[in-house]
């Protein structure tokens, strides 16, 4: 039976990019009855270029609230939401024609679903954007299972019923929230479906900086719900060796050779894997160079992020004390 659906997006100073989202959403083959953004006081243009279109497509509602994080836009947009069914997908994505169609697909087929994920890949303008999109993809469309994709705020819809169930999503992450909500319905037994043929395209950062600057924001976030450190020891602690290694060669030349084994161990035990998994699907030799250089700058700055964000889970209470009461919070029988 086919059920209604309100779309929800989060934005912040994506004037070049919002109205591509809309065309493509205005343009689904199972058009959205409703579009609610929650836009964070954009100042380049953003805001008058939606209410441009909402002046002509009377689905398109905006709502500006000056300095919410994404958590918070979310969960305003989905308050506001008229219809039972939420698809959220995100500022400076694009989705396919048949996105909404696949995504929704599950509900109306099965009435025990209670929330579906959809598939993200990337599009890009320059070679960097494009191995940092595909080194991000958990694998090929042939090779992803339900159970490891993630559901992201990219592409997942779900009832409105569980998200108040759950207590929507938590408004004192920055990042790492949708994990965080993913994990909570998890817990409550939610029934989540993997819908393979609903695909949104998004673009990657545009310079390693950029790159850096997301990972060490994921990091933190993790970090802020407790996620394990280990990990990030493992990377910081090879790479310390590694500078401490190469600055001791201008003192001492034969130590320079101690470097050069430890960068090839690294590379072949770490890095190696990686860029074979990215060209068994994306054959061509510039996967050698781009693959590590992105591989390190993302597992340093998400390390960095992980032991910064760990530091302030320990610390400030605040954090641990949300993360209890979010996730073991009380909840009433999804059935």
Not at 30 to 59: H, L, M, Y
Request: aromatic residues 12%.
């Amino acid at each position: 039976m086919k059920q209604k659906v309100s779309v929800i997006i989060t934005v912040l100073n994506e004037v070049n990019s919002v109205k591509i989202l809309l065309e493509k959403l205005l343009l689904q083959s199972r058009k959205p009855d409703e579009i609610v953004i929650v836009d964070g006081f954009s100042t380049d243009g953003t805001i008058e270029r939606i209410r441009e279109i909402s002046e002509q497509e009377k689905c398109v509602k905006l709502i500006i609230k000056k300095g919410v994080n994404i958590s918070q836009g979310r969960n305003m947009a989905i308050r506001c939401a008229q219809h039972h069914l939420i698809a959220a997908t995100d500022g400076g994505c694009q989705p396919e024609t048949k996105w909404l169609e696949k995504l929704i697909e599950p509900f109306e087929s099965d009435p025990s679903i209670d929330a579906v994920k959809g598939v993200y890949k990337p599009y890009w303008h320059n070679l960097l954007e494009f191995y940092c999109g595909i080194s991000m993809l958990p694998g090929t469309l042939e090779e992803i299972k339900r159970d490891e994709y993630p559901m992201t705020g990219r592409s997942s819809a779900f009832k409105k019923s569980l998200w108040e169930i759950a207590r929507g999503y938590p408004e004192w992450l920055y990042t790492a929230e949708d994990s965080l909500f993913e994990e909570k319905l998890k817990r409550m037994g939610a029934n989540i479906k993997l819908a393979k043929h609903s695909i949104v395209h998004w673009r990657p950062r545009k310079s390693l900086w950029k790159m850096g600057k997301m990972f060490y924001l994921y990091g933190r976030g993790a970090g802020r719900i407790g996620k394990s450190i280990k990990g990030a020891h493992y990377h910081l602690r090879n790479y310390l060796l590694g500078v401490v290694l190469l600055v001791l060669s201008f003192f001492y030349p034969l130590t320079l050779l101690l470097f050069a084994v430890g960068v090839a161990y690294i590379y072949k035990g770490y890095y190696r894997p990686i860029v074979r998994r990215i060209k068994k699907v994306y054959p061509g030799w510039k996967a050698e160079f781009y693959i590590p250089l992105i591989v390190f700058v993302r597992s340093l700055s998400y390390s960095i992020g992980l032991l910064v964000g760990n530091y302030e889970y320990k610390h400030v209470p605040a954090f641990k004390e949300n993360l209890e009461s979010y996730l073991s919070a009380p909840f009433a029988s999804l059935r």
